[in-house]
């Protein structure tokens, strides 16, 4: 049995990341987009998952998160809740299904609650779509925010580059924050910012702050499992840490369960009815 693996299986909510923030515990996130994945990343003691539209690149390989559907993110969503007892699961509202009005954004996400179970969504934007986030609240749906670099908009940036570099955008996430920590998100993702930066919010702000390429001065960090497993192929941004080689680990796995399998040595005798 693991080291990592936690006794503790009390359920982690909304109020938890905030009470972490307030006793200065770090947070710890990661992805998920399945059962089995999700399962050992709930049993190792991770206190949130999130399961992003970040899967449009991971699990369908598309080049953008742009292109996944509610119905795909539902289905994602309720693979890892079946799979999770003790992490609180955040589900990612997809591009096209929170922008077009609030109404719309509400029918949206209560589809997503009911249909999935997960503990929280998260919506990209600040001011922009303040009046959204406000309404989801209203209605009991728990809301992390997400600042900085934010995939959706990837058009519109022009890239996955740092953002927040210059004083004017730097200000407007600063501000942005503070609108969403005052509307009651329960805490935000700043996404590729300096670093400068996002100790500034997250000092400015009561709810916690969870960080990706944004420093070490967040409440909390979080990584696409599938990169810092080593599953990835080719991305290695400055902010990633790889903690394992899993391509490597199963592809020596695959190449030797074909030569035994080519030898004839699988199944072996003890191995068969």
């Known amino acids: 049995m693991s080291k990592y693996l936690f006794t503790d299986t009390k359920k ?30 709930d049993q190792a003691g991770i206190e949130g998952i999130l399961v992003g539209d970040s899967a449009s690149n991971v699990m369908a390989g598309n080049s953008t998160t742009l292109p996944i559907t509610v119905d795909e993110m539902i289905y ?3 693979c890892v809740v079946n799979g ?24 949206n996400a209560i589809r997503i609650m009911k249909e999935t179970g ?11 779509i303040l009046p ?22 990837v058009h519109q940036f022009g890239g996955y580059g740092l953002r927040a570099k210059q004083e004017e955008e730097a200000n407007k996430l600063l501000q942005d924050a503070k609108l969403l920590a005052d509307a009651g998100c329960f805490a935000i993702v ?3 910012i300096p670093a400068l930066l996002a100790e500034c919010v997250s000092k400015s702000i009561d709810c916690p702050t969870i960080g990706i390429g944004a420093g070490n001065a967040t ?6 499992s599938a990169d810092m497993l080593g599953l990835t192929q080719g991305f290695r941004p400055k902010f990633l840490r790889q903690y394992a080689n899993l391509s490597e680990i199963m592809t020596d796995a695959i190449g030797s369960y074909i030569l035994d399998t080519k030898e004839g040595t699988f199944p072996s005798a003890a191995e068969s009815y």
């Open 219 to 224: 409440d909390g960090q979080i990584l696409v």
């Open 118 to 128: 997960a503990d929280a969504l998260k919506l990209e934007g600040g001011e922009e």
């Open 76 to 78: 994602h969503a309720r």
């Open 84 to 107: 999770v007892k003790r992490a609180l699961v955040v589900c990612d509202m997809p591009f096209g299904s929170y922008q077009i009005g609030k109404e719309d954004a509400l029918r």
């Open 190 to 192: 700043l996404e590729k």
């Open 12 to 41: 982690i909510t909304t109020q938890k990341f905030i009470e972490l923030k307030k006793q200065g515990e770090k947070i710890t996130m990661l992805t998920a987009y399945d059962y089995t994945t999700a399962s050992i990343i």
């Open 132 to 153: 959204t986030i406000k309404g989801l609240i209203a209605a009991g749906i728990p809301v992390m925010g997400h600042l900085g670099l934010t995939p959706q908009s």
